[in-house]
């Protein structure tokens, strides 16, 4: 997911305490309203990236202990100081949102890796942080289920993206696989893109089944929130691996089937555990 409004994030759901939700919608309309900046819209990319600088400058006040010019920024200023949130998840969403401008390939698996701990780590940490889970274990395996669900949005989205004149599939994986971009272009979902497809999948699912367990680990609503989240994610890349991996010509969604599914699921999951315990 790109950041890409957070399909596949909590957003201050009901879920939530009552008490978080306003923390978390400040954070998502701060994001969303940079990954807009970068995304949406006819601005030129000088534009672009001079809003998005105009942001870094409001965090910088923030930091400076000055009062930011912008109501969007003065409300997340309040729920930095609330919970002492750390600034540089923030910055690292604008760098991730200012490179989404500048930047519409990738060569490797690597460089994709590296743009997903700035563009989905940071929301996973600041979830965390508000809960005040800071243990070096529940950090990595929330670092695995955001890059995860980054990927599982870029694999939802390779049309999309194209439209847009960006391509995430890393160039070396085409280039292996013999698949040029013209088949993109062409909708064309023949071939060997389902064995891509799959590669790709399955590099998504190993993200996310390896941070799956801060699901269980997490007590309460967040726990609860925090696996409807997960399964949602496995939902998707079944629906990838069921269609053989044509999202060229279908972009793969949950229905409502899929969320009676992934409700029952998520509230049986730890009791499923304490059985295998007993």
């Given amino acids: 997911m790109s950041v890409g409004h957070y399909e596949n994030f909590p957003v201050g759901s009901i879920l939530l305490p009552r008490r978080m939700r306003r923390a978390v919608h400040a954070i998502y309309h701060f994001a969303r309203y940079a990954d807009d900046i970068a995304d949406e819209g006819d601005a030129q990319p000088a534009q672009r990236l001079a809003a998005l600088q105009a942001l870094r400058d409001e965090l910088g006040?923030?930091?400076?202990?000055?009062?930011?010019?912008?109501?969007?920024?003065?409300?997340?200023?309040?729920?930095?100081?609330?919970?002492?949130?750390?600034?540089?998840?923030?910055?690292?969403?604008?760098?991730?949102?200012?490179?989404?401008?500048?930047?519409t390939r990738y060569q490797n698996f690597a460089e994709l890796v590296d743009y997903c701990r700035r563009s989905a780590n940071p929301v996973g940490r600041l979830m965390l942080h508000l809960y005040g889970e800071h243990d070096p274990r529940s950090v990595a395996m929330s670092d695995g289920i955001c890059t995860a669900l980054q990927l599982i949005n870029f694999w939802q989205d390779v049309?999309?993206?194209?439209?847009?004149?960006?391509?995430?599939?890393?160039?070396?994986?085409?280039?292996?696989?013999?698949?040029?971009?013209?088949?993109?272009?062409?909708?064309?979902?023949?071939?060997?893109?389902?064995?891509?497809?799959?590669?790709?999948?399955?590099?998504?699912?190993?993200?996310?089944?390896a941070g799956s367990p801060l699901a269980l680990k997490l007590k309460g609503r967040l726990g609860l929130e925090l696996r409807m989240i997960v399964l949602g994610g496995e939902r998707i890349l079944k629906k990838i691996h069921d269609a053989r991996g044509d999202v060229l010509?279908?972009?793969?969604?949950?229905?409502?089937?899929?969320?009676?599914?992934?409700?029952?699921?998520?509230?049986?999951?730890?009791?499923?555990?304490?059985?295998?315990?007993?």
């Fill in 159 to 209: 049309a999309v993206d194209w439209d847009k004149g960006r391509v995430y599939i890393p160039q070396e994986d085409l280039a292996r696989f013999r698949v040029a971009e013209a088949q993109i272009a062409a909708r064309d979902a023949g071939g060997v893109w389902p064995m891509l497809m799959d590669k790709e999948v399955k590099r998504a699912l190993a993200m996310l089944e």
């Fill in 249 to 278: 010509t279908q972009r793969p969604v949950l229905v409502w089937k899929d969320w009676l599914y992934i409700i029952w699921k998520a509230f049986s999951a730890p009791y499923s555990k304490k059985r295998r315990r007993a």
């Fill in 61 to 103: 006040r923030i930091e400076a202990g000055q009062a930011p010019h912008t109501a969007l920024m003065q409300r997340l200023a309040g729920v930095i100081a609330e919970y002492t949130l750390p600034l540089a998840p923030f910055y690292d969403l604008l760098s991730a949102f200012s490179q989404d401008v500048e930047k």
